[in-house]
């Protein structure tokens, strides 16, 4: 099973990259450069953390180069909610009502929060990697 989820995991974080080439131009830089930047602050100041972040920098407007957190924030979401669906819902298995993703983060277990962070770190090695070969050119911030 774990060949079969590294292979999901590259052929959606795929998917997810060129969907951020796809992005307007300083749009798509932008999101090169947060797949490799939230890694990183993933492992220095938590998975919570790190998502509340981003969250908070998410911008609906298409054009704007923050743009780029929304659509990662979504596709996180979405890559999580196809691999470990569970988090979603309750002991029940009744969906939360509350399914914002930093909620999910910060409502688990330690057991379940380090699987999340195992997993979301697993899955943006893959996104960067894509993001790289797909995205021409640097995010310069302008």
Same mark, same amino acid.
């Given at each position: 099973a774990r060949q079969i989820l590294s292979q999901q995991r590259a &052929?959606?974080?795929y998917e997810f990259a060129e969907e951020g080439s796809k992005l307007e131009g300083k749009v798509a830089k932008a999101y090169k450069?947060? !797949?490799k930047k939230i890694p =990183? =602050?993933?492992k220095t100041n938590g998975l919570g953390a790190t998502f509340a972040f981003v969250k908070a920098k998410a911008n609906k407007d298409t054009s704007k180069r923050d743009h780029a957190y929304e659509v990662i924030y979504t596709q996180t979401e979405q890559w999580l909610? #196809? !691999?470990t669906p569970h988090?979603?819902?309750d002991k029940q +298995? &009744?969906?939360l009502k509350n399914q914002d993703l930093v909620y999910i983060f910060i409502t688990q277990d330690s057991h379940t929060y380090r699987q999340i962070a195992v997993e979301v770190l697993a899955f943006f090695t893959w996104? &960067?990697?894509f993001a790289e070969g797909l995205i #021409? +050119? #640097?995010d310069n911030g302008d």
């Open positions: &052929k959606c974080a450069s947060y !797949t =990183m =602050m993933i909610r #196809e !691999t988090v979603f819902q +298995g &009744k969906p996104l &960067k990697r #021409e +050119g #640097e």
